[in-house]
Nanobody
C-alpha cells in the first residue's frame, strides 16, 4: 500500500523559508510523476510543482524562482524548498504520486501539511 507523508510545514514570516518533505512508503524510482499541490482556504487545489521520472520539472508561475522541487531516490523522499515566502503562499500543501500499476495509472495523496506565512 502506498503512503505519502508530508512534513515541514509551519508558521513563517514573509520572506522566510521552509522545506517540505514527502516520504513515500514505496520506491519513487519508477514513479511516473510526483508533485506538490496546495489548497488555500476557499480556493481550489492547484499544482505548485511536479517532477517526472525523467527528471523534467515544472512550476506554477506564482512560485517560479522561489520554490525548488527535488527528490532523493535513495530515501524515497521528495522535497519542496520554499524561499521568499509570501502571505499568498499560505495553504495546505499536499504531496502526490502517480504511477503505472498494470494497465492503469494510480494516483495517491498525502494528508497535507499546513503552511502559514504571516507576520
Amino acid at each position: 500500500q502506498v503512503r505519502l507523508v508530508e512534513s515541514g510545514g509551519g508558521l513563517v514570516q514573509p520572506g522566510g523559508s521552509l522545506r517540505l518533505s514527502c516520504a513515500a512508503s514505496v520506491s519513487i524510482f519508477s514513479t511516473d510523476v510526483m508533485g506538490w499541490y496546495r489548497q488555500a482556504p476557499g480556493k481550489q487545489r492547484e499544482l505548485v510543482s511536479a517532477i517526472t521520472s525523467a527528471g523534467n520539472i515544472n512550476y506554477a508561475d506564482s512560485v517560479k524562482e522561489r520554490f525548488t522541487i527535488s527528490r532523493d531516490i535513495t530515501m524515497n523522499t521528495m522535497y519542496l524548498q520554499m524561499n521568499l515566502l509570501k502571505p499568498e503562499d499560505t495553504a495546505v500543501y499536499y504531496c502526490s504520486m502517480a504511477r503505472t500499476e498494470g494497465r492503469r495509472t494510480a494516483a495517491y495523496w498525502g494528508q497535507g501539511t499546513p503552511v502559514t506565512v504571516s507576520s
